[in-house]
């Protein structure tokens, strides 16, 4: 080691006292210069410099918190730890207390669990969904770990959610609820089936008793109860934030409590999925429409579980949240607004929740059977869709905002929600299904964006009302075709068959599509039956332990 004469040492320290002082010296000339120059600066410059600190992110950003902390004047911001937000504990004492759920609710709830896994199964066929599944490092096989149905992949909770969430939202076949807000609760299955399989598996492993099926469906009526009655009034699109915020949240408060965690970790465990960072919509909107989309649910899935799994391990929660000045969620993701409610969490939403027999967005499902009617009519006229002038349809505003597109369309996710294209391809095909928006049959049929090209899309005021309307919750659309001989045809429809109003005309339907779903993956009869009476035999399901109901969804050949 090198080291220096004392005398050095003292020279460079007193070397160094002089240059401190100096520097001192010049700071305080510099700001005094300033100041006279302040005073002598002309009104123009004094108004630039106004502007400049009002324009400033930095100072707008800190303005609520600067007067406590300049120049350590003030007593500084208010550490008082508050009690958590009135909204989250609603969520946490709905999750541990609510039993009053009605038998409609657990009758539906089960056709929605079938139709969901349906939904996966079918998202099994196309290459593209398969290639975000299994584990994030290949070859990984976690002991007792979740089994996402169809496939041989056996996880932890944490990516079996992504897992199964992805599978089911991945063709946008599966439920959907239309509010201030849009989304389809039963995106949260993911978090749901991932960690009641992990958890049955473990208990069994453990000699102790797996959880039911009728454990599931509770808590899915649950989560589709906080993800549509919070949409209902609150809308995070037009603050740009995709509706897979509201998935985390709900099944963020029910997977804590089927962990075993207390009410206040609930809350804790809901105030983490609050404080992430939210997805933004880009991902479903022209000019970015994309795959995103479809593993979006799953990601919000996978981000539940891991956030109630860390509180269980004594992770502390952030009590104002949402109300926090500055830092709150509502100040800096909902325009300073609180959210506001009309209904108490009870099952409301499970027993009115839309089911998708067409795989198109729900707010074009009435103009799809519209289309698929008008087929029909075309041919029984003699007519074809080269004898079509000009297609009007009539719509509320929320399907304007949301699906109606002009332009090449880039891909399956930008197909999937344009109503141009949706209308165009049954009137085309009479019918649409999911390989419909694949690239090769969007290529190899031009017809679709010349009818795209005559089609004009408007608002119908009446149905706009009605689909916000909790009395009708309609989804309206008229459909008319002007022919080149001046002839024309017209279908409305305001409910479509998936809607709580036409449930008896539906359940037949669910069925058959769930047939459908199952057919294509290597199942015997009997293991197609096995799932298959289950839609009608409430008591077998419910019964069930759920890591055997799991088993029944086997491996399918096509991964």
């Not at 009104?43 to 100072?59: C, F, G, I």
């Not at 303005?63 to 208010?78: N, Q």
């Not at 506001?340 to 707010?363: C, G, I, Q, W």
């Not at 391809?425 to 690239?439: A, F, M, R, T, W």
Request: one cysteine or more.
């Amino acid at each position: 080691m090198l080291r220096l004469p004392s005398t050095s040492v003292s020279a460079l320290r007193s070397a160094a006292r002089t240059n401190s002082t100096l520097a001192l010296s010049a700071s305080a000339s510099r700001a005094l210069s300033t100041s006279i120059a302040s005073k002598a600066a002309s009104p123009v410059a004094a108004k630039s410099a106004s502007r400049q600190a009002k324009n400033s992110p930095r100072s707008a950003l800190f303005s609520t918190s600067a007067p406590k902390m300049a120049g350590g004047v003030g007593l500084g911001e208010d550490n008082v730890r508050p009690p958590p937000d009135e909204v989250v504990q609603k969520i946490a004492d709905y999750v541990h207390d609510f039993d009053s759920i009605s038998q409609e609710a657990y009758d539906t709830a089960r056709l929605d669990l079938l139709d969901t896994l349906g939904c996966g199964m079918e998202a099994l066929k196309f290459p593209q969904a398969r290639s975000v599944l299994g584990p994030v490092v290949p070859g990984t096989e976690v002991p007792n770990g979740t089994k996402v149905p169809g496939t041989p992949y056996v996880l932890d909770p944490i990516r079996g959610a992504f897992n199964i969430g992805a599978m089911v939202r991945w063709l946008d076949f599966n439920d959907t609820w239309l509010a201030a807000e849009w989304g389809h609760p039963s995106d949260n299955l993911g978090s749901i089936l991932a960690v009641a399989d992990w958890l049955s598996r473990t208990n069994v492993a453990n000699g102790k008793a797996p959880l039911k099926v009728q454990d599931v469906l509770t808590a899915m009526i649950k989560a589709h109860e906080i993800q549509g009655v919070i949409a209902l009034e609150n809308s995070f699109n037009r603050v740009g934030l995709d509706h897979v915020l509201l998935v985390k949240l709900a099944s963020t408060a029910v997977v804590s409590k089927m962990l075993g965690n207390s009410r206040d970790q609930t809350i804790d465990a809901i105030t983490h999925a609050l404080v992430d960072g939210q997805s933004l919509r880009t991902y479903r909107h022209a000019p970015n429409a994309g795959s995103r989309k479809s593993w979006a649910a799953g990601d919000a899935c996978s981000r539940a579980v891991n956030l109630a799994l860390l509180v269980k391990k004594g992770e502390p929660g952030y009590p104002s949240i949402l109300t926090a000045k500055t830092w709150g969620f509502y100040d800096v993701l909902f325009k300073g607004k609180p959210f506001e409610f009309t209904r108490e969490y009870a099952s409301y939403v499970m027993e009115n929740v839309l089911f998708k027999l067409v795989p198109a967005e729900f707010h074009a499902q009435t103009a799809v059977e519209s289309a698929v009617v008008l087929h029909k009519q075309m041919k029984e006229a003699g007519k074809t869709v080269d004898d079509i002038k000009r297609i009007n349809i009539k719509s509320t505003e929320a399907t304007i905002r949301i699906i109606s597109k002009q332009g090449k369309l880039a891909n399956y996710a930008d197909r999937d929600h344009c109503i141009q294209y949706m209308v165009a391809v049954p009137l085309i095909e009479g019918g649409l299904e999911p390989q419909h928006y694949n690239d090769d049959y969007a290529a190899s049929t031009p017809m679709i964006d010349t009818l795209r090209s005559k089609t004009y899309v408007e608002e119908n005021k009446e149905y706009s009302r009605g689909y916000l309307d909790p009395e009708q919750r309609s989804i309206g659309n008229d459909v008319e075709i002007e022919f080149n001989d001046g002839s024309k045809i017209q279908h409305a429809m305001e409910y479509p068959v998936g809607h709580a109003r036409r449930r008896d005309e539906a359940k037949p339907l669910i069925a058959a599509k769930l047939k459908k779903h199952l057919d294509g993956h290597g199942y015997s009869s009997s293991d197609q039956d096995a799932i298959l009476k289950l839609i009608d035999d409430h008591k077998t399901l419910v019964d069930l332990p759920v890591n055997e109901f799991v088993e029944l969804w086997k491996p399918s050949t096509l991964v």
